[in-house]
């Protein structure tokens, strides 16, 4: 019998006697272990023939998405390791995609998972749970299984099941906060940081992200960002899917009168109110109210960091051209270039002090993979931190920047 090692899979064939052309003789196939995945990888795979793929992911992923190019049958499942009993059916969440899908992915939570909740609050109508007798029920969801001996890493059993041969994109998210503070090993050591999101990126609004600086002297200063700079950008264009209220960081050195106004004029076109307002609030100072404005008003701005809202109106979601350009200037043709995914590659770090990350759009989910930041975890701040936010629509009682 030769063997033949694929992408830590193992092909069993026998040498003699070999099928003959024609032959509806089928392969004999095995598997030889279980492939790891990191905390934060987003990696597009081919299902084996199996029809069945299992994976490996740390115990700090937060969230396991599953995504394909049309609503068709794929499963995705993340139960607890078990090394003794790896396969055996049991507890665990579980989503899926069928034809009669609204979109094409569905996730999966570890919370879900360690309390037999079978469903995750991202995918909607793809989800078990929100209705166990429909389509996406599969009849023979697995039971409760015997008790097995735990993972001592505490690893997680993703397992995909796809038509064989067909494609799908697994993004592993270690982080579920779209605002947090970063773990430092070696205060003064350089570190680099990558920011994925999740979904599609060419349906959303661009990403952007900050990383401040927490406590000591320089709390609230910007180490680092990946934002709209508009002194180079204007003017500026995006067409995107309005869902939901969408944010955007954005960036001047110098005064600006900034326009911003949706060019839809079709009915069944979006319609928003916008806000301009300080991106970041400084330890001891108050937010002033800032009061939406309709398409086509001018915001007046000095140089500094700024958060764009976009807030859609009442019955009006879908597709919206937002367009942003200096008063007295003529708005941008075509969609602008897309900003990449914020990576910061040499952040310095001090002793005594921390970092921050702030990452937009905000989706309850997403990933930070970093060099030596290896365990970005939960916001845990020793003192209250200033932070990139929706500026507030009341003043606030000295709150030193907390979240609201």
Wanted: aromatic share 4%.
């Amino acid at each position: 019998m030769a063997r033949r090692r694929l992408d830590g899979r193992c092909r069993a064939r026998a040498d003699e006697p070999r099928p003959r052309a024609g032959s509806t003789a089928k392969p004999f196939l095995l598997r030889l272990g279980i492939p790891d995945l990191s905390d934060a990888d987003r990696s597009v795979h081919e299902a084996s023939p199996l029809g069945i793929d299992h994976f490996l992911v740390p115990k700090t992923v937060r969230q396991v998405r599953l995504a394909i190019d049309q609503p068709e049958h794929a499963v995705v499942t993340m139960q607890p390791y078990h090394p003794d009993k790896p396969f055996a059916p049991g507890v665990g969440s579980r989503g899926a995609i069928e034809k009669t899908s609204r979109d094409p992915f569905v996730a999966v939570t570890p919370e879900a998972a360690a309390s037999d909740d079978e469903t995750s609050e991202e995918g909607g109508d793809n989800n078990d749970s929100s209705n166990k007798d429909d389509a996406d029920q599969s009849p023979d969801t697995p039971a409760k299984p015997e008790a097995g001996s735990a993972d001592p890493e505490g690893r997680w059993l993703v397992t995909v099941e796809r038509t064989p041969g067909a494609r799908y994109r697994l993004e592993i998210l270690n982080q579920d906060n779209d605002e947090l503070s970063l773990t430092i090993d070696n205060p003064g050591d350089a570190y680099a940081l990558a920011v994925v999101r999740p979904g599609a990126g060419e349906d959303a609004i661009d990403p952007t992200a900050l990383v401040l600086r927490d406590g000591g002297k320089e709390s609230s200063k910007v180490v680092a960002a990946s934002v709209l700079e508009l002194d180079s950008a204007l003017p500026w264009r995006r067409h995107f899917n309005l869902l939901g209220e969408q944010e955007m960081l954005m960036h001047t050195t110098k005064p600006l009168d900034l326009k911003v106004e949706s060019l839809d004029a079709a009915p069944q076109a979006a319609q928003a109110d916008f806000i301009v307002g300080p991106a970041v609030t400084a330890p001891g100072k108050g937010t002033l109210q800032v009061r939406p404005k309709p398409s086509g008003g001018v915001w007046k701005l000095d140089p500094g960091y700024y958060l764009l809202t976009v807030q859609p109106k009442q019955g009006a979601l879908g597709i919206l051209t937002l367009s942003l350009h200096a008063d007295k200037t003529e708005a941008a043709k075509a969609d602008s270039s897309r900003l990449p995914a914020p990576v910061f590659a040499n952040l310095a770090s001090q002793k005594n002090t921390g970092l921050s990350l702030h990452s937009l759009p905000r989706g309850g989910d997403g990933q930070a993979r970093g060099g030596r930041l290896a365990e970005a975890g939960r916001r845990r701040w020793h003192r209250p931190p200033a932070r990139p936010r929706r500026p507030a629509r009341r003043r606030s009682s000295g709150d030193h920047g907390r979240c609201p």
